[in-house]
């Protein structure tokens, strides 16, 4: 989508969650549901442009955890050695941005499910900070294990 795709406004959801007018169950924020079929209805595309008028991207709200840090630790597809991995990359790399990512990593809040409605331009940007780091990360993966994160 980064770079293949032509449309000013892109987006990624998950194949269970959707971005919606809720009504009728727990609501996680004003444009998140689980399930779709307690949603009164799913945001259409003249309703997702007439939000994109008042900020460049939507995400879901975010949710209150144990620290970030702590979350990714105790899973066993990230782990200590990979969270090592990333914030050494990041504190050696991009030092720029290694005291927010401590603070990050230090708080309780977060959004998990990677979906996000919002301008290519800005997409892109975060798109070409953010793969640069997972290379890497895949790279090291290699390295040290002969497997990639996908195997």
């Known amino acids: ?6 449309e000013d406004i892109v987006g990624l959801v998950h194949y269970r969650r959707y971005f919606a007018h809720v009504s009728g169950l727990r609501v996680k924020s004003r444009y998140f549901a689980v399930n779709p079929g ?9 309703e997702i442009l007439s939000i994109l008028k008042d900020c460049d991207i939507v995400v879901k709200q975010s949710e209150k ?9 105790k899973h066993l597809h990230v ?20 005291g927010i990512f401590k603070k990050n990593a ?4 977060h959004i998990n499910c990677n979906m996000f409605i919002g301008k290519k331009k800005i997409i892109a940007r975060y798109c070409m900070w953010l793969f640069p780091i997972l290379y890497e990360m895949n790279d090291i993966q290699i390295e040290q294990t002969g ?5």
């Open 1 to 6: 989508m980064w770079k293949n795709c032509k």
């Open 147 to 151: 497997k990639r994160y996908c195997d």
């Open 38 to 46: 307690k949603c009164f209805h799913i945001l259409s595309e003249n």
């Open 79 to 98: 782990g200590n050695t990979q969270w090592d991995r990333l914030e050494n990359i990041i504190k050696n790399k991009y030092s720029d941005y290694y």
């Open 65 to 73: 955890y144990e620290s970030t840090e702590a979350v990714f630790r």
């Open 106 to 109: 230090k708080s309780a809040r």
